[in-house]
């Protein structure tokens, strides 16, 4: 098996729920207006540390997609999907972005994470992170 190597991104960051390994700047954000299947999601323009599965076409509420689910590069938990191609004009703004699920994530606050920091250790910690929910409360 070979090395795990994550990106750590700077500043405000969203990360996988599970393990802590950066997925997404605040500034990726496109939209909070998105929904899973469990629940909300996120719509991003770019993201780091994950893992595309095949391509599939779905059918989705706005119409038939095609998608890949995303795989977070450091617990293999699947935490969405990244559009392919999309059939309908309107939708077309989706491809080449990725839905988060709120779930799946956690936020950090803090700028003050070294830049060789690795999210992935024996012992995570969540100190300066919270849940979505509470982001929301503060205004983010």
């Avoid at 540390?49 to 795989?71: F, I, P, Q």
């Avoid at 300066?128 to 509470?134: A, R, W, Y």
Wanted: proline content about 4%; some cysteine; glycine content about 8%.
């Amino acid at each position: 098996m070979g090395r795990l190597f994550l990106e750590p991104l700077d500043g405000r960051v969203y990360s996988c729920a599970c393990c802590g390994a950066h997925l997404a700047r605040v500034d990726d954000l496109v939209s909070k207006s998105f929904h899973s299947r469990s629940g909300r999601a996120y719509l991003f323009s770019a993201v780091v540390n994950l893992m595309s599965a095949e391509k599939e076409a779905r059918l989705m509420t706005t119409g038939l997609h095609t998608v890949c689910d995303l795989y977070c590069n450091g617990c293999m938990q699947v935490v969405g999907w990244s559009y392919i191609w999309a059939e309908e004009p309107s939708q077309k703004y989706k491809e080449g972005k990725s839905i988060i699920e709120r779930t799946k994530v956690v936020f950090s606050k803090h700028d003050d994470e070294s830049p060789d920091h690795c999210p992935i250790s024996p012992m995570i910690s969540f100190v300066g992170m919270t849940l979505d929910s509470e982001m929301e409360e503060d205004g983010c």
